[in-house]
């Protein structure tokens, strides 16, 4: 697979954060496979810390949007998820407790380290077994988040971290902690890979990568997406678990 760095293409490395996607790259982009796009961006906080971007014109259920984020080796790979899980932590060590991780978008892994890195950090937990739950809700047909019986007793009253792959225009995370707190669970804090989004609910975003870190990121309503009105076709249909080409 061919890498597109801002150096090789003659435009400023897109890991600076002074990326410029201008219309020439844009056109010369179009006419090149989806992953041949590929641009690859260290994390401020830990290089190791890797995201794959590709830009085109991507569709998600909220937005359009000008890249695909390509965030799975991140909450995949135990290696890159640890390391997540240890810069999430700085942000809840002032937090006296932490009894419960609502993951998001498949983020289980990443969670999992999380609650190791909280009980070493000394936060405590309210819980029995004095553990960290981690739980992941049901998303019914109609998009609701539901915690089914067995699980409610991890949020009713517990102090709650909600942790997300990506938070790009904060409508799932505003429906994720109005569910848990529809639950009884009080929200700790919001922690998602990447957000284009500061704080929602009144409760901050804290993340690995913020839109600023990639260039020239953009989303749209559909109804007023640049790439449609210029009858541009969708590269693919995208989420949190990856991307459908059409």
């Given at each position: 697979m061919r890498v597109i760095t801002g150096i090789a293409r003659g435009k400023?490395?897109?890991?600076?954060?002074?990326?410029?996607?201008?219309?020439?790259?844009?056109?010369?982009?179009?006419?090149?496979?989806?992953?041949?796009r590929q641009v690859?961006?260290?994390?401020?906080?830990?290089?190791?810390?890797?995201?794959?971007?590709?830009?085109?014109?991507?569709?998600?259920?909220?937005?359009?949007?000008?890249?695909?984020?390509?965030?799975?080796?991140?909450k995949c790979r135990h290696t890159e998820a640890q390391l997540v899980a240890k810069e999430f932590v700085r942000e809840y060590k002032h937090t006296k407790a932490v009894d419960t991780i609502v993951c998001m978008d498949g983020c289980e892994v990443i969670g999992a380290y999380l609650a190791e890195e909280?009980?070493?950090?000394?936060?405590?937990?309210?819980?029995?077994?004095?553990?960290?739950?981690?739980?992941?809700?049901e998303i019914n047909t109609s998009g609701q988040i539901i915690f089914r019986d067995n699980v409610e007793a991890m949020l009713?009253?517990?102090?709650?971290?909600?942790?997300?792959?990506?938070?790009?225009?904060?409508?799932?995370?505003?429906?994720?902690?109005?569910?848990?707190?529809?639950?009884?669970?009080?929200v700790q804090g919001v922690s998602a890979i990447f957000t284009a989004v500061d704080e929602v609910e009144g409760i901050p975003v804290h993340s690995i990568y913020h839109v600023d870190d990639?260039?020239?990121?953009?989303?749209?309503?559909?109804?007023?997406?640049?790439?449609?009105?210029?009858?541009?076709?969708?590269?693919?249909?995208?989420n949190s678990y990856g991307y459908s080409k059409i």
């Open positions: 400023k490395d897109i890991s600076s954060g002074n990326t410029h996607m201008n219309i020439n790259y844009i056109k010369e982009v179009r006419t090149m496979s989806m992953l041949d690859k961006i260290p994390a401020k906080a830990n290089r190791k810390i890797e995201l794959k971007a590709y830009p085109g014109h991507f569709a998600t259920n909220h937005s359009h949007i000008n890249y695909y984020l390509d965030i799975t080796p991140i909280l009980t070493d950090a000394g936060i405590m937990s309210m819980n029995t077994h004095e553990c960290v739950n981690i739980v992941t809700p009713t009253n517990k102090h709650v971290v909600l942790l997300l792959a990506s938070a790009t225009t904060g409508q799932t995370v505003e429906q994720s902690i109005q569910a848990i707190r529809y639950y009884g669970g009080n990639v260039g020239s990121y953009k989303n749209y309503l559909p109804s007023e997406c640049p790439y449609c009105k210029e009858k541009r076709k969708l590269d693919a249909i995208v």
